[in-house]
């Protein structure tokens, strides 16, 4: 196969994508977070004021936000949400969305366009890498794996910063592997600009700066004829990277500091610093201290605000919510303290099957080739040092999510895809190749494997974010054992008003979970409920999200503090839905 023709093919398999892409999200409602982030951004660009949603970075944001410029959008600044609030964004971005403006509908098709031109553009780096790693089929089959993924797809199209980590993460990991190989000026200097990159998309890749630092020392060690001076020089181009991201992250955060006033800077470290979820700590009256000068120093104001956000994210990662609660529904039970074998559980459920048959076999590949390798740990290590890197990275990211009290969905996990795809897939590639005996057998197992995976993806289409593997009973299975963005992240408030529309419904309660406003779309059709007020009657559209939680079963310590947040839709049991739309939103009819 010619090169012009691999990239011929891998382009028809990104135009699949993108067509698969645009033409599922563009019936989409705001999910959860885009009502939060989308209006961020365009505050970001507009008014250089980063006071909302200031905990997430913002480069992820700002890049949505550009299409939003061609608008000639409606800011509302007298909103109390911006002057008076403290970090209200999803009050605030309500307002901006449903409000301010009346195309609500356009602004999230124009900031979504640019995701899914982003989620291309990695798309591109990946086949170019794999295809580096393993040859013009290794990078197809890549790439098929990542554009047919129904996470990529579901995922890739929305204002979020999960696929925008997921991209940055592995381009700083491939850069850094780059540099360990061959330590130049100019390959720590890459590897710093990515590194800087992707810690200004999402708070979670912080984790890369230990990782990093861990490969840097194992790689020494294995390395042979280091000399003194050698080594000297490798650890001066190590800090280099780090110092390079550092000063990309401060300069970043000087520009969106602008506007943006000292003493509300002040109020949000104030409230953050200080709030229950660190009483853990117990006394850090030094800590408030500290971060209230830093937040008003000019110079280190910019990285005050990053690692108060930073910190704001990590502390409701393994703390979780606090008194506010956060209720997550996972296999019957309801708690906000989360599960350690809740990520591993929704891999293996949201993840297609055919993946996983693909990962075994690899994995016995592997294990069977090691067993016939034994070396000395550091020419294993030298020899294997890319493969090992990635385990370890895998290995670390899971772990620091299994270890966290928020279980909010797989969209978490998809910084550990790519490395997962590559991994499988040289595992595949030697077990074809380690013998001619039954090669053409073996092939044919994979490509059974491959038109599995991609049939599966399609099937589901347009409603990506819902896929669910057989395991699972397929997408409509899927909320009996978990919700939120896994399955329900409130995409389907369009699709309902066009099925109430086609139906002549003049009336119907929704209990919405979501980022839409029903309000909006339904008008004098809407009518809200409190569920908490018993049986309902009429027509009732309930998000999965919410249905789920009205019938979960509380754990012990959930039901001690939150008694009243559990049960309040268990009388609708012996009902059986007139319709699911998108496999998200149940509609009953109740006499």
């Known amino acids: 196969m010619t090169n012009r023709l691999t990239n ?58 550009i299409p939003l410029l061609f608008l000639n959008l409606n800011f509302p600044e007298k909103s109390i949400y911006w002057n008076q609030m403290v970090n209200s964004s999803f009050e605030f971005g309500r307002e901006f969305l449903y409000f301010a403006n009346k195309n609500a509908d356009q602004i999230l098709l124009f900031s979504r366009l640019m995701m899914i031109l982003f989620s291309l553009a990695f798309g591109v780096f990946l086949f170019f890498v794999a295809k580096k790693i393993g040859g013009k089929l290794f990078g197809l089959a890549t790439l098929t794996l990542y554009a047919f993924s129904p996470e990529f797809l579901a995922h890739g199209r929305l204002v979020t910063t999960d696929v925008g980590a997921t991209a940055t993460i592995f381009i700083a990991f491939y850069f850094f592997l780059e540099f360990l190989k061959n330590p130049t000026l100019k390959k720590a200097i890459m590897s710093g600009l990515t590194l800087g990159i992707a810690l200004l998309i999402k708070a979670s890749a912080i984790v890369l700066v230990p990782v990093f630092l861990v490969l840097f020392l194992v790689y020494l060690y294995c390395s042979k004829n280091q000399d003194s001076k050698k080594i000297k020089n490798n650890f001066l181009l190590l800090f280099l990277i780090f110092f390079i991201s550092f000063l990309l992250v401060g300069i970043f955060y000087q520009i969106h500091l602008i506007n943006f006033p000292v003493e509300l ?14 009483k853990p700590f117990g006394d850090i009256n030094w800590l408030v201290d500290f971060c209230i000068w830093t937040s008003g120093n000019e110079i280190l104001r910019p990285y005050s605000l990053y690692l108060l956000g930073a910190l704001s994210m990590s502390v409701k990662t393994f703390f979780g919510f606090g008194a506010s609660g956060f209720p997550t529904y996972f296999f019957g039970k309801i708690s906000s303290e989360g599960w350690w074998y809740y990520f591993p559980a929704i891999y293996l459920l949201k993840i297609p099957l055919s993946f996983h048959i693909l990962t075994i076999i690899a994995l016995f590949y592997g294990i069977k080739t090691a067993s016939k390798k034994i070396k000395k740990i550091k020419t294993l290590l030298l020899e294997n040092f890319s493969d090992i890197s990635m385990i370890f990275f895998v290995i670390v990211y899971f772990s620091v999510l299994m270890a966290g009290k928020i279980n909010l969905g797989i969209r978490h996990l998809l910084p550990t895809l790519p490395f997962l795809y590559i991994l499988t897939l040289k595992g595949i590639q030697g077990w074809i190749n380690s013998s001619q005996k039954n090669r ?120 001690k503090i939150f008694s009243q947040q559990t049960g309040y839709y268990n009388w609708l049991k012996e009902y059986s839905p007139i319709k699911i739309i998108g496999n998200s939103i149940f509609i009953y009819y109740i006499n």
């Open 265 to 278: 800077q002040k109020q949000y470290t104030k409230l953050v610093i200080s709030h229950p979820w660190l």
């Open 8 to 65: 011929l093919i891998a382009g028809a398999i990104l135009l699949i994508m993108a067509l698969f892409s645009v033409l599922s999200v563009s019936e989409d409602s705001a999910t959860f977070d885009e009502v939060a982030h989308i209006p961020a951004g365009y505050s970001y660009i507009t008014k250089w004021d980063m006071r909302l949603n200031f905990e997430h970075p913002p480069l992820i944001k700002d890049l949505s936000a």
């Open 440 to 559: 053409i057998l073996k092939i044919i197992i994979v490509c059974i494997l491959f038109i599995w995976y991609v049939i599966s993806s399609i099937l589901v289409f347009p409603s990506f974010l819902t896929y669910f593997n057989e395991l699972a009973g397929g997408p409509s299975g899927g909320s009996k054992y978990v919700t939120d963005s896994n399955l329900d992240w409130g995409q389907d408030l369009k699709r309902l008003k066009k099925w109430v529309d086609e139906n002549n419904i003049e009336k119907i309660k929704i209990d919405y979970f979501g980022g839409g406003s029903p309000s909006y779309y339904f008008g004098d059709n809407y009518q809200s409920f409190d569920p908490k007020n018993g049986p309902q009657k009429g027509w009732l559209a309930i998000s999965a999200t919410a249905l789920r939680r009205g019938q979960g079963e509380p754990t012990e310590e959930f039901a």
